[in-house]
T-cell receptor
Framework: DTEVTQTPKHLVMGMTNKKSLKCEQHMGHRAMYWYKQKAKKPPELMFVYSYEKLSINESVPSRFSPECPNSSLLNLHLHALQPEDSALYLC????????????????FGPGTRLTVL | AQKVTQAQTEISVVEKEDVTLDCVYE???????LFWYKQPPSGELVFLIR??????QNEISGRYSWNFQKSTSSFNFTITASQVVDSAVYFC??????????????FGQGTELSVKP
């Protein structure tokens, strides 16, 4: 069962608020990803966790703070966001078999539509 | 540098027509993976196919078929007898194995397919 869940589905927040996005998968995957997608654009990678360790940070501003409490959960903590951060935030997961020469498929969740006022 | 080009920004067809979505990629690697994802209006990216650079066999899955040609660096996607439910944005993506666990996806700009009844 290839399922990644994300909560909430929609989020409206002010620039001074603190909120968190949550992502969960129960496929036994060991890599998890956060992407940001603006309208009419492809997803842009933000962070990658591999075996619960941050392995890629694509120079994302510090107002976005990822956290991987365990292998099934991924959070994205938001603080002092700007209106231009309004976007669809997608979580994905994949098996992670480093050094095997295999790239595994990333399975995506339904996303959280974030609006920053 | 790696790059994926989907030259068709928008395509509109009438139901039951066949439609081909083009994808051209650039990479200097000999080992790489190609993907197609579908993104319906709901927002979730749905995985369609993964192909590695050593497997040039074409693939058919129901009404969907893919034509991978290394000689022209293309990985085109054809929908036969299109249906309204095929309306979505389709992304082609490329990844490689250079020093990177899991593989970073490089997306094309996407092709928005509209199938009218």
């Amino acid at each position: 069962d290839t399922e990644v869940t994300q909560t909430p589905k929609h989020l409206v927040m002010g620039m001074t608020n603190k909120k968190s996005l949550k992502c969960e998968q129960h496929m036994g995957h060991r890599a998890m990803y956060w992407y940001k997608q603006k309208a009419k654009k492809p997803p842009e990678l933000m962070f990658v966790y591999s075996y619960e360790k941050l392995s890629i940070n694509e120079s994302v501003p510090s107002r976005f703070s990822p956290e991987c409490p365990n292998s099934s959960l991924l959070n994205l903590h938001l603080h002092a966001l700007q209106p231009e951060d309004s976007a669809l935030y997608l979580c994905a997961s994949s098996q992670d078999r480093p050094r095997t020469g295999v790239t595994d498929t990333q399975y995506f969740g339904p996303g959280t539509r974030l609006t920053v006022l | 540098a790696q790059k994926v080009t989907q030259a068709q920004t928008e395509i509109s067809v009438v139901e039951k027509e066949d439609v081909t979505l083009d994808c051209v990629y650039e990479t200097r690697d000999t080992t790489y993976y190609l993907f197609w994802y579908k993104q319906p209006p709901s927002g979730e990216l749905v995985f369609l196919i993964r192909r590695n650079s050593f497997d040039e066999q074409n693939e058919i899955s129901g009404r969907y078929s893919w034509n991978f040609q290394k000689s022209t660096s293309s990985f085109n996607f054809t929908i036969t007898a299109s249906q309204v439910v095929d309306s979505a944005v389709y992304f082609c993506a490329l990844t490689d194995l250079r020093g990177n666990q899991g593989g970073k996806l490089i997306f094309g700009q996407g092709t928005e397919l509209s199938v009218k009844p």
